[in-house]
C-alpha cells in the first residue's frame, strides 16, 4: 500500500510544494511545528534513510542542504533539520524555521491562505 507520501507524490493527494525535482519532492507539513516546516522526500518509496540507493541518498541531501539555506535566507532563521523514521514509512527530512515562537513538539494551525503564503515565499526554482 502506497505511503500518504507516495499519493502525493503521484498527484493523488494535494500538497503545498516548495520544490521539485525528477528525484525528490519537497513540501510545506500540514501539521507544522512552525512556519515553514517544510518535508523533504525522494520521490522512491523506501521506508528508512539509510536504506536509499546513494544516488537518491544524495540528491535527498544536496536538496535538503539548499532548501535549508534557502529558507534561512527567505525567513531569518536558524534551520533545523529532522530525521525521525517512524511516523510515515517513507524516509524525509524535517526541515524546521526556528522562529522565536518555536516549541519543541507543538503544532500550529494555520488557515489555507497562511500556507500559500508560506509556501509562495519559500518556493525554490
Do not use: C
Not at 502506497?2 to 510545506?28: H, Q, R
Not at 524525509?92 to 491562505?113: A, F, S, V
Request: glycine letters at 4%; proline letters at 6%.
Amino acid at each position: 500500500m502506497p505511503s500518504i507520501f507516495t499519493k502525493i507524490v503521484n498527484g493523488e493527494i494535494p500538497a503545498y510544494k516548495i520544490y521539485e525535482d525528477d528525484t525528490v519532492l519537497a513540501f510545506l507539513d500540514i501539521h507544522p511545528e512552525t512556519k515553514g516546516h517544510t518535508l523533504v522526500i525522494p520521490k522512491k518509496e523506501v521506508d528508512k534513510i539509510y536504506d536509499l540507493d546513494d544516488a537518491t541518498y544524495d540528491s535527498l541531501m544536496h536538496v535538503a542542504k539548499k532548501l535549508a539555506v534557502h529558507m534561512e535566507q527567505k525567513l531569518g532563521h536558524r534551520t533545523l533539520w529532522k530525521i525521525i523514521g517512524t511516523d510515515v514509512p517513507h524516509a524525509h527530512i524535517h526541515l524546521m524555521p526556528q522562529d522565536d515562537n518555536w516549541q519543541y513538539g507543538k503544532t500550529l494551525e494555520l488557515t489555507p491562505e497562511e500556507f500559500e503564503e508560506i509556501r509562495s515565499k519559500l518556493e525554490y526554482k
